[in-house]
């Protein structure tokens, strides 16, 4: 069976956007990834050096490393409003009311393009994919993943 973790880090609010990459990348080291990080197209991270794969994700103080035997994408987001308008662009008229479960949403939508190496896709398609939730830091964390597995180890990192 496949294995699957996801490391997540509480970080300053106000950390760059390269401090909070830097982080991200100790934290791959720590799971073994080693050698030159690299983009691929759409920007997911990769290294030839490694069979493990991995993604990352940052926010408003928090980061999220999925680490995994198979593809994984990973998506953290602050729980705040997003806006009927943008929901609707993206997910139709059957969207749902409560905060949490719109972050949630997207942080599938989200992962999934990650999962996929796209960027944004057009629909979240019935394909063998499954997703993981997690709220952290005032956060909710969606792992997306096909490894064949029951959970997601989830690592906290101090």
């Not at 983009?39 to 990769?46: I, L, M, Q, R, V």
């Not at 705040?80 to 749902?96: T, W």
Request: aromatic letters at 8%; proline letters at 4%.
């Amino acid at each position: 069976m496949a294995k699957a973790k996801l490391f997540l880090k509480r970080t300053a609010d106000d950390l760059t956007h390269a401090k909070q990459s830097e982080i991200a990348v100790n934290i791959l080291r720590m799971a073994g990834i080693c050698g030159e990080i690299k983009k691929g197209a759409h920007g997911k991270p990769y290294t030839e050096d490694s069979a493990l794969r991995f993604n990352i994700s940052h926010t408003c103080g928090a980061v999220a490393v999925a680490v995994g035997d198979c593809e994984t994408g990973v998506d953290i987001q602050c729980i705040k409003p997003i806006s009927d308008r943008l929901m609707r662009k993206y997910f139709g008229q059957n969207v749902p009311s409560d905060p949490k479960e719109r972050v949630r949403l997207w942080t599938e939508y989200e992962s999934y393009g990650k999962w996929l190496s796209c960027g944004i896709p057009i629909t979240l398609p019935d394909l063998p994919h499954r997703f993981f939730h997690t709220e952290f830091n005032n956060t909710i964390v969606t792992v997306c993943t096909d490894c064949d597995c029951d959970g997601i180890e989830i690592l906290y990192i101090d």
